[in-house]
C-alpha cells in the first residue's frame, strides 16, 4: 500500500476519523438510550425538546427497575432458565459428541444425520405442537416448560464431535494402553483437550437462551414467570412518566450479555466463524 | 468378539439417549404432529377434532392470511439482508488493518451482538418514539404508519445484525493470505482492483454462508414485532411466525399447523438455494 502518494500519517489519521465515525453511527442508538433512561422522562421530552444527551438525571432510575418493573424476579428466572440449558446442552452434547467421535455403534452415520436434521427444525416451526405438548405436561408457568426442549443441541454436539476428532489417534492408543475405559478417556483426555471448543459452545448457549423471546412468551401468561426479555415487552406500552424505568431495565437485560462478550470474546468468534471461513 | 460389538452398542446409544429423546420430544414428534394437525380441524375447545385431509393445506397455503404473512416476511428479509452484509462488508473492511487501537473498534462494532432481539426494540422505540424520537420521521420510519412500519421494524434488525456480520466478515478476511493480496500489489492491482478481483471473490463463501443465516433469522422474525408494533398497525407487520404465534388457539390450531409446516418449507427451500448456490461459487473461486 506505500505505492500511494499520501504520507503513512496522513492515511493513518484519515483511517482513524473514518472508524471513529463509523464507530459513533453504531454506538448512537445505545448512546441515546442511555440518554433516555437517565433523563426525567417528562423534562426530556416536553421542557427542552429532545437534547441528545441527559437532562435532570435521575440515578436512581435502575434501583427503581429493581423494585416497580420486578426486575429482579424476571432476573432470577432468566439467570435459573439460562443456568438450566446451558449445563443441559453442555452435558448432552459432549456425550452424544463422545459416541459419535470414539465409539462404534450401529446405524452411527444415520444417527449423526438425524441428530443434524434437528438444525432444519427451529422452535419457530415446531412452536404450535410444542406449546400443546407442554399444556398436556401441565408444564406452562415452570422451569420444566422453559428448559426441557432445549436440552440438547446439534450445534453443541456438532462443534464439540469436531474438536474430538482432533484428539490425536497416539493419544487414544496410549490410553487404552493404560487399561483406560470410556469414562476415564473422556474425563481425563478428550474434555481437557477440547476444553476451547466446548467454551466458544457455552458461550454461543448462553448468547441464545438468555435471549430467547418466542418460547417463554408462548409457554408462560403468568407474570412471575416473565424472563427478562419478556418483560421488555412492557416498555412500549409503557406512560410516558415511566419510560426511563423500562429503557433502564433494557440496559441492565444487555449488562450480562455485554460482560461477557467483553471476557470470552475469543470464544465467540470462535463459535460463530465455525464452519463460515474456510481454512 | 461378540460381546465387545454389544458393549460399544450399549455405550453408544447409552451415550446419546440423553440429547436423542430431546430431540424426538421435543424436534420429529412435533414435526409429524404439526403435519397432522394440519390434516385436522379442532372443535373449539380442541376436545374433538375432525379429518379435513389435504384441502387445509392447500386452502390455507393458497389463502391470503398465508400469503400475506410470506409476503411481510420477505420484505423483512430484503430490507435486512443485502444492506446488512453490505455494512457488514464496510466495517469489516475497515476495521481490518494494522493500527494502534483498532480492537477497541473492533470490540465497538462487534458489541450489537450483545443486544437481544427484545433489548433492541427497546432500544429503537426509544429512537422511533412517534413524534420525538430522534429517527422518527414521517416519510421513512414511522411506526403509526401501516404503509412504513415495516422500514421501521427492518432498521432493528439491520442494526441488531451488525456484530455478527461484522465478526464473521472480519473473520473471512482475515483468512485471505497476506501473500496473495501481496502478489496482486506487485501486479499492479489498485486497492479497489485488489478487492474485487483478490478479496471478494475469496470471501464470497462467507458471505453466502452469512447470507444464509441472515435470512434464516429474517424469516423467524417475532420478538421485534411484538415488542415494536404488536402487529400493527393494521396487521401491516404481521410475519409469518407472529401468524403462527397467533393461532396456538384450538380454533385456528389446523390452519397454525399448516403455516408451520409452511414456514419448515420455506426456511428449507432457501437455505438448501443458499447453499447449493454456495458449493456452485466454490467451485468458481478454486
Sequence with gaps: ????????????????????????????????????????????????????????????????????????????????????????????????AYAFAFVDFPFKRTMFAVTMATLMLPIEVTLVANSRTIRELDWTNSFEGLTVPFLASALGIFLVRQGFLAVPRDLRDAAALDGYGHLRFLWRVAIPITRPVIAAFVVLSFLAAWNSYLWPRAITDDSDWNTIQIGLRAVANSTADQLNVGVAAALLAALPVLIVLVLFQRHIVRGLTAGAVKG | MRSRRVRNALAGYGLLAPALFVFAAFSFYPLWRVIWLGLHEQNRTGTNQRWVGVNQYTDVLTGEEFRGGLWITAQFVLLTVPIGVVIGILLAVAANRRLRGIKVFQVIFSSTIASSTAVTAVIFFVLLEPSIGYLSDPWIFDLLDPDRAIFAVALTGVWQNLGLTFIITLAGLQAVPDDILEAARLDGFGPIRSFARVTLPMITPTLLFL??????????????????????????????????????EPRQLGEGSVMSVGLFLVTGTVATLQFWLLERRVHYAN
Excluded: C, H
Aim: proline share 5%; net charge negative.
Design chain 2, 211 to 248: 447470507s444464509v443465516a441472515l435470512t434464516v433469522f429474517g424469516l423467524q422474525a417475532f420478538a421485534q414485532i411484538d415488542v415494536l408494533t404488536g402487529g400493527g398497525p393494521a396487521g401491516a407487520t404481521e410475519t409469518l411466525v407472529f401468524k403462527i404465534f397467533n393461532s396456538q
Design chain 1, 1 to 96: 500500500m506505500q505505492t500511494d502518494a499520501a504520507p503513512g500519517w496522513v492515511r493513518n489519521v484519515a483511517w482513524y476519523v473514518l472508524l471513529t465515525g463509523l464507530a459513533a453511527a453504531v454506538l448512537f442508538p445505545i448512546w441515546m438510550t442511555i440518554v433516555r433512561a437517565l433523563s426525567n422522562p417528562i423534562t426530556w421530552s416536553f421542557d427542552r425538546g429532545q437534547p441528545p444527551y441527559p437532562v435532570d438525571i435521575e440515578w436512581d432510575v435502575f434501583g427503581r427497575a429493581f423494585d416497580e418493573a420486578s426486575f429482579g424476579r424476571q432476573l432470577a428466572v432468566s439467570a435459573t432458565v439460562t443456568l438450566i440449558i446451558v449445563i443441559g446442552q453442555m452435558v448432552t452434547s459432549v456425550l452424544a
